[in-house]
């Protein structure tokens, strides 16, 4: 196992378990910076970082958030989250140097954030005191004490493959990249998290799910892991006032943890309007399944909540079960699910990209298929 120095950056409890449970496959060396209070520290001290240094409560003096009443739910959003508020005046402008500065005197060789839009903003400041870039992963493995990374380009249409050559690389992870708990004696030989990439593609020693036979898999993430690391408060100064919070307003958001979801059904803009939506709703209820969407039915329509879109610019899936309606399988969505065990695609187009990747389809009409499928359900 190699001792390579590995930080990760965590904002929250569920972030925090991933991050470190997934570099604790890539090294034993591995530690956390935490924000937001006892409960991501801890998160993270319980899958086996060997320190944790929460950070407290970071105050810009020159804007009293507290008079400006509750914190908004979206709290994370402007890097404030945290269930005990303790982070409610915190910019990544603020302190991301500091936080560099700590990454540096700790010697992280290889700082991982998640790929949020808090994570991917610390990350691109501390990489830049670092005087680094920060990259984000869709696979990572440590080859001869170097990171090597490959990411999505050019819209998800190539696979980059990087070797990062800084003595301190930054790189941001997306939700269920990095997904499992792997106690050492299991692990692969090369360590590799797992990839949003396509089968053909994935680096050499791959993914751990394939790694593993599926009921050590099932049985490894439900074992309880080692909490023997420290937990330290620490304090980050704030030199730098380059941004002050002016207001804080709640933005509508779903708690949704696809990445965990056994069965996800996608609809896509094969649907016409937003209450056809409800075909949808009626199988996902027979099917226990959750609700997901292409990146048109949240960004162009707004009928669901950007938390649900998959693919190379929102959310990694890896269910038993993906039901793709009405979406065509293009490749910066596909990548999202080309993990799920089963595709099934349900297209009008007997051409439809889509049908390339599913493991079973139907050329129909959405409205009419649906309707007798749920009922063949019931
Ligand atoms: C940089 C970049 C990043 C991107 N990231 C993402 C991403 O993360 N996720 C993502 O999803 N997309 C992403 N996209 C967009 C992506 O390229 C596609 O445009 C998008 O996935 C298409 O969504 P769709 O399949 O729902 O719609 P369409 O491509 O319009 O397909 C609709 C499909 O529905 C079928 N259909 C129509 N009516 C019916 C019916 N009645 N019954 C059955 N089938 C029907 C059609 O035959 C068609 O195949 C990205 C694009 C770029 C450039």
């Known amino acids: 196992m190699s001792n390579y120095s590995i930080w990760v950056v965590a904002h929250e409890a569920d972030a925090a ?24 520290a801890k998160a993270a001290q319980a899958q086996g970082a060997l320190t944790v240094l929460s950070v407290n409560a970071i105050d810009t003096p020159a804007t009293d958030v507290s008079a400006m009443g509750t914190p908004a739910t979206d709290v994370s959003a402007v890097g404030t989250s945290g269930p005990d508020n303790t ?21 992280s060789k290889l700082t991982i954030f998640s790929a949020t839009a808090t994570g991917r903003l610390m990350a691109g400041m501390v ?35 990087r070797r990062l050559l800084s003595s301190q690389a930054v790189i941001t992870v997306g939700a269920g990249v990095l997904g499992a708990v792997l106690p050492e004696s299991q692990e692969p030989q090369a360590s590799a998290l797992s990839a949003a990439l396509p089968e053909s593609q994935e680096p050499q020693a791959s993914a751990l799910s394939s790694a ?23 304090d980050l100064s704030v030199n730098d006032n380059a941004a002050v919070v002016l207001e804080v307003k709640p933005r509508k958001t779903e708690s949704v943890n696809l990445a965990a979801a056994k069965r996800v059904i996608g609809v896509g803009r094969g649907f016409a309007a937003k209450e ?86 139907i050329v129909g009409d959405i409205y009419e298929v649906l309707p007798v499928l749920t009922s063949a359900l019931s």
């Open 127 to 161: 990489a830049s005191h670092l005087g680094t870039s920060a990259y984000n992963a869709a696979s990572i493995t440590i080859n001869d004490d170097t990171p090597v990374i490959t990411s999505m380009v050019y819209g998800g249409c190539a696979i980059a493959t």
């Open 212 to 234: 593993l036979p599926e009921a050590a898999e099932s049985e490894l993430a439900l074992s309880e892991p080692q909490a023997s690391g420290s937990i330290e408060q620490i």
């Open 276 to 361: 056809d939506l409800e075909l949808a709703f009626n199988l996902a209820s027979k099917l226990d399944a959750e609700l997901a969407c292409s990146r048109p039915i949240t960004e162009s329509e707004n009928w669901m909540a950007r938390e649900r879109y998959i693919g190379v610019s929102g959310v990694v899936v890896k269910p038993e079960l993906y039901i793709a309606l009405g979406i065509s399988g293009q490749i910066q969505h596909m990548v999202g699910v080309n993990q799920a065990k089963t595709i099934i695609a349900i297209n009008k187009d007997k051409n439809a990209p889509v049908f390339k990747q599913a493991d079973y389809g």
């Open 17 to 40: 378990a991933e991050l470190v449970s997934g570099a604790l496959c890539l090294s034993s060396n591995v530690n956390a910076v935490t924000f937001g209070g006892e409960a991501v």
């Open 87 to 107: 982070l409610k005046n915190c910019l990544p402008e603020n302190h991301s140097k500091a936080l560099a500065k700590l990454l540096q005197e700790r010697n």
